[in-house]
């Protein structure tokens, strides 16, 4: 079992920036595919980026490229989402998920592929 907890949500003003962590219980966290999606109110979750299990590889949806980072810390167990110059398009729920694979590069970008989810944390973009 897996247990993900979010953080560094919160409400910023469009241009701002934020920093969400997501802090996994994994024994061997760098065994785990990571990735963050995020739902708006009345809409479908949607894929955010994802990263592999070494961090070398990395993927972004077109709405955060450019702009949202995505990094991992396999020593702390934590995996992170930089984003910067956020629009109001950019409000809804964050989560984070995780799931193990056995490869070091792959990536997967359906939420279907992945196994554990976080409770999800709020941004809030005011314009």
């Known amino acids: 079992q897996v247990q993900l907890v979010e953080s560094g949500g919160g409400l910023v003003q469009a241009g701002g920036s934020l920093r969400l962590s997501c802090a996994a219980s994994?024994?061997?966290?760098?065994?785990?595919?990571m990735a963050w999606f995020r739902q708006a109110p009345g809409k479908e979750r949607e894929f955010v980026a994802a990263i592999s299990r070494s961090g070398g590889f990395t993927y972004y949806a077109d709405s955060g490229k450019g702009r949202f980072t995505i990094s991992r810390d396999n020593a702390k167990n934590a995996v992170f989402l930089q984003m910067n110059s956020l629009k109001p398009e950019d409000t809804a729920v964050y989560y984070c998920a995780a799931r193990m694979t056995p490869y070091y590069s792959s990536i997967y970008v359906g939420g279907m592929e992945y196994n554990y989810w976080g409770q999800g944390t709020q941004v809030t973009v005011s314009s």
């Open positions: 994994a024994r061997t966290f760098s065994n785990y595919a």
